[in-house]
């Protein structure tokens, strides 16, 4: 997982139509999971977080993606680059971002309208 900070460009090349984005801010999403007790044997609920880049695209030469636009991306998604001397995030595999636009899930556009 990349380590990921407020005002960090990303770029993804999006099948030669390349978007970069910066980072508005960080959120984290907690969810629970079953993890296995050592000392037991047992297994047991834990608490996790994942980290949420909430980015708003600064340049894009898709059509179907507008400058302004706000998405999130996992942070697990993400890798550490460095271009030209700066260090920038892209995305370790395919493209996957959630749009605000296109938002069916409900956490998600609280993520990104929270601190406004």
Known sequence: MAYIKADMNVFFANNGKPITAVVEKLS???YRTMVKDKETGKKKPKTKS???????????????????????????????????????????????????????????????NEDR
């Open 28 to 30: 984290f999403r907690k």
């Open 50 to 112: 994942m980290p949420f880049a909430c980015c708003k695209v600064i340049l894009s030469s898709d059509p179907t993606v507008l400058v302004g636009e706000q998405f999130l991306i996992a942070g697990y998604k993400l890798q550490n680059v460095i271009m030209k001397n700066e260090r920038m995030l892209t995305f370790k595999n395919d493209y996957v971002a959630e749009y605000a636009k296109d938002l069916g899930n409900e956490w998600v556009r609280r993520i990104i």
